[in-house]
């Protein structure tokens, strides 16, 4: 990406699957939002339609991959893969192939890359981790007779400096010198080692995707007709877009798990979207009569945020006021009693802390009761992705208020309940991509009407 952006290209950045992270190096690499193409998060139908909107003005779209380019939705098949989304969008694919250690097996490789499905189209090769012009060359000969090209060929050397730590690569937020520096070398590599000459015409011979492209303002309109055919009790659509109430969206290095289109089904559903970075900001934007606190890492900040104490009174105090909250993941951290044993924004009866358990995966579900995200039995598909654990406090309710209950019942792959939904306030550690449920956005700031601004 950044390699074709250099040579004056504007590139189109995608990714995949659910990850937060990669997109934000994307965004870095080519100078417009990464964005996600989850065919499990938002369904089939919808890849096409989020690829063409967010590729509006590009010469040239890059998807990243993830996994292998078959894994897809553990126990379901190809979906979500890379070869499944690969498909939906027509696209040739570009198989990264770790070279090291091997020379003649390398076509047998590509070969059953190549050929496992035919609606694949494997149009070229890039070669990683090659050792020597030697290596090269013998790789280069067996490749010869698989019929799929070599588009690039990338040495051993060096690692470029991209740190991970326990949920994967330290997010660009975190490191911006040092992660402008990485994606400049990384450039280097890839102008140095493939032709990008080839890759350039190899993704000109993708076919036109129909249209239309994704529209938010579409998905507001139709989320507002849903609504009023189903009687939806507790959204409140009448007039809500047109005082546009401002809804203030967590951000900065402890809160970068976002997913573009989120803002963009904000805004379109009648809010005035403002940023906030909870490390640095005292006060919530002026006149917030909504709070959306989304993923990210505030285990790695605790003491900063825990430090910010008029900011944890401010949100407290919102919650408070019957203005709607949501929080995901680590917003449901930053919003319970405590994190670590540091001092949070004490609005769930919950303490937080970090595990050594990972609990990762894609996750069904439907909403237990009517929150200020969803009306009761409305289904959704999202994702889980953490190391930690929130127990209800010594004596504290399971919810903020009386009558509060889980926010989720999951439904696969195994059945429980999970998160708080209580009154205005819905936490919990579900990931779901707006953009499958655009409802949420809608129902959020419908929600935001009436409710008196700080």
Known sequence: MAAFASCGLAVSPHKVGPDYIDPGYHALAAGRPGRNLDAYL??????????????????????????????????QGELASTAHVAKLLRAPV????????????VAALVHGFASWDPQVRVGGVIL?????????????????????????????????????????????????????????????????????????????????????????????????????????????????????????????????????????????????VVPFDPLRDEELPAGTAG?????????????ELSANEP??????????????????CAGLLYLARSLDGKPMCGVLDAEARMTDRLTLGYREAVAVGDNVLAAAGTRVRGHEFHRTAVEPAAGGRTGTAAGGGPAWGFMHPVRRVEGWAAGNVHASYLHVHWAGAPGVARRLVSNCSGRPAV
């Open 94 to 105: 570009v198989l990264v192939v770790d070279a090291s250690s091997q020379s003649r097996s």
């Open 311 to 328: 900011l944890r009174a401010a949100v407290a105090a919102l919650a408070a006021s019957g203005a709607p909250v949501a929080a995901e």
């Open 128 to 272: 990683n981790k090659v050792a020597s012009d030697r290596h090269e060359e013998l790789l280069r000969e067996a490749l010869d007779e698989s019929g799929v090209p070599v588009l690039g060929v990338l040495r051993r050397a060096e690692p470029v400096s991209t740190p991970s730590r326990h949920l994967g690569l330290v997010p660009v937020a975190e490191r911006t010198a040092q992660a402008v520096e990485s994606v400049r070398e990384l450039a280097e590599r890839v102008r140095a080692g493939c032709d990008l000459d080839a890759l350039l015409a190899l993704a000109r011979s993708a076919p036109p995707l129909p249209g239309p492209a994704w529209d938010p303002a579409d998905e507001a309109v139709g989320a507002v007709e849903a609504d009023r055919a189903a009687g939806s009790a507790g959204s409140r659509t009448d007039g809500a877009a047109a005082s546009r109430p401002v809804v203030a969206v967590a951000g900065g290095p402890a809160f970068t798990f976002s997913y573009a289109e989120h803002a963009e089904l904000l805004a379109a559903a009648g809010a005035e």
């Open 42 to 75: 938002c369904g089939p139908e919808r890849i096409g339609p989020l690829f063409l909107h967010g590729a509006r003005g590009a010469d040239l779209a890059v998807v990243e991959g993830v996994m292998g380019l078959f894994d897809g939705a553990a126990g």
């Open 291 to 303: 709070l959306v606190v989304g993923g990210g890492f505030p285990e790695v900040y605790a003491p």
